[in-house]
Nanobody, 126 residues
Framework: VQLQASGGGLVQAGGSLRLSCEAS????????VGWFRQAPGKEREIVAA????????YFADSVKGRFTISAAGTKNTVYLQMNSLKPEDTAVYYC????????????????????WGQGTLVTVSS
């Protein structure tokens, strides 16, 4: 499974960005997806996660109410919509995926993920 993350860039505080994580054809079938971020000097942390079906989602407290996670109709692409961005959201954002047979679970531990995208840089200026 190959993942391609995109959509990062420079934005002012209060602005919005939408990150995309595109998988090879049908690669997201029965895969849970997560978005992580890593700021300079810090460990990679979970931002949001989604079950394959989309019925279960998770958001870190720091982004709750500002970020949403969704999938395209074909579920080949998963999005992270980021609103009301803050300077502390500045980081490299990674998408990750792993097989989940049941399709209803999300995962928050980076060690639980099998596949990773290359990362996309988000910079929020104050």
């Amino acid at each position: 499974v190959q993942l391609q993350a995109s959509g990062g860039g420079l934005v002012q505080a209060g602005g919005s960005l939408r990150l995309s994580c595109e998988a090879s054809r049908r690669a997201f079938s029965n895969h849970a997806v997560g978005w992580f971020r890593q700021a300079p000097g810090k460990e990679r942390e979970i931002v949001a996660a989604r079950s394959w079906t989309g019925r279960s989602t998770y958001f870190a407290d720091s982004v709750k109410g500002r970020f949403t996670i969704s999938a395209a109709g074909t579920k080949n692409t998963v999005y992270l919509q980021m609103n009301s961005l803050k300077p502390e959201d500045t980081a490299v954002y990674y998408c990750a995926a792993r097989w989940d047979l049941g399709g209803h679970r999300f995962y928050t531990d980076r060690m639980e993920y099998t596949y990773w995208g290359q990362g996309t840089l988000v910079t929020v200026s104050s």
